[in-house]
DNA sequence: TTGCGCTAGTGTGAAAATCACACTAAAGAG
DNA sequence: CTCTTTAGTGTGATTTTCACACTAGCGCAA
């Protein structure tokens, strides 16, 4: 048997763009770094992958250091690997996203002593290493799949209005839709519940509460039908 | 400043997806390993990452030690980074596929010496490591990448008529397309220049021979206007 | 208690895109 | 010259997309 010693190694990380969404707009979550390179400069989530571990255990465990988070949506993205992207070695990194409901957790006491914040994905300056251009890869993915795949309900909690649920598709878009014509759309695909509950102490009219209806998504995805934004 | 001793490293590999389309069916190019592990199997063109080389220039390598091409067509799909998809040790993958012309080369001679041989994509069984896992995703991002990028064009020679671009394109969705609402689609793109020549040498009826409008695609993609077929 | 501010919720018609479908034209082969 | 084979062409029905404006119901403050 050959061996694998006479090929050049690298280090392998993680890095993984967390998405929440807070009613207004789409967020992620970033660290600011405590050390060179790129001290005090803000980056995606990230760390080393280990010897046992599979890349998305690995993107799963970043997220559950930050957050305590499971059972998350995650998806990779692609491979990041200029030979030059980081200045103390060769580091391939693999990209992930996820998808979060920003409400449902407390960052851990340990990530609060460093500084860890939500940032709108619109308005970013520079991020460390090429997290930027990450970031802007993911955001991307996030967009297409998005209109494809009923993902955008990862990031609302599980009971929300018709409104949110466009403001969300409206960020994540960044585009403005109709009222009517993405309420029909949204409920022709009878893939919501009605819980016949209303939102309380809001001083307008009340709005209807909804839940996704996994069930039916998944008769639905069985049949081959395909969601469609 | 920090160091990367301290973390594991792995060593790190292409593996690229060479599609070609041979007027009856699309396929890629495999080689059947010599060594082990999975000796005999046919795996998809790969080779290790060097120290100083990017990922992309690894893919670019591959292929031109393959075919003698370059300046083709490659997109990233993904990594692939089970820890145990490899018998010998931790070796990540990132996958690449390529679109070439068949007709446009010769198999360099070193390479013909192993067995390098195109399989058709609809009738493979088994490949060596995660290699058919590895097909699937790439073959699953060329047919998204044809609906909305005319990447198409990679794979047919520089003249063509429109039945065998309607071919292309019905064995990359693996669907049937009505001939006249193909044609008149991809008429009204006006991104075709017709080259007023005729197929020769045909037993029926020839066919007009078109080429594939560089510059009015840049300007197309300029004004926002978005291919879609 | 009334009215104001605010967001929820609802339908229609025009325009565009998609889809299904069948015959004539032109070359080479025999 | 006729047979085989593929090229090339138009229309109408259906579906999808898009633009657009008013009434409903809650809390709050005067």
Redesign the interface.
């Known amino acids: 048997?050959?061996?694998?010693d006479q090929?050049?190694?690298?280090?392998?990380t993680v890095d993984n763009v967390i998405f929440g969404f807070d009613d207004a707009d789409l967020k992620i979550l970033l660290i600011q770094r405590g050390?060179?390179?790129y001290i005090n400069k803000w980056a995606l989530p990230g760390y080393?992958?280990?010897?046992?571990?599979?890349?998305e255990s690995a993107a799963e465990r970043v997220l559950a250091e930050l957050t305590g988070l499971t059972n998350v949506y995650l998806e990779?993205?692609?491979?990041f690997?200029?030979?030059d992207r980081?200045p103390?070695?060769?580091?391939?990194t693999?990209a992930y996203y996820s998808l979060i409901k920003i409400n449902a957790f407390q960052l851990k006491p340990a990530s609060i002593a460093e500084k860890v914040k939500w940032h709108s994905v619109s308005k970013l300056d520079e991020l460390a290493f090429d997290h930027k251009e990450i970031l802007d890869a993911c955001f991307s993915r996030l967009k297409r799949r998005v209109r494809t795949r009923p993902v955008g309900f990862e990031l609302l909690p599980p009971k929300f209005t018709l409104t949110e649920l466009q403001h969300l598709y409206e960020s994540i878009l960044e585009t403005e839709l109709d009222k009517r014509n993405f309420r029909k759309k949204i409920i022709s695909m009878n893939l919501l519940i009605d819980l016949n509950e209303m939102q309380e102490g809001v001083a307008h009219r009340p709005a209807k509460l909804y839940k996704f209806d996994q069930e039916k998504y998944k008769e639905f995805v069985a049949s081959g039908y395909s969601f469609e934004i």
């Open positions: 048997m050959p061996s694998l090929f050049f190694k690298a280090a392998i050390e060179e390179p080393f992958v280990t010897e046992d571990e599979n890349l990779q993205v692609r491979a690997g200029a030979a980081h103390l070695g060769r580091v391939i693999i």
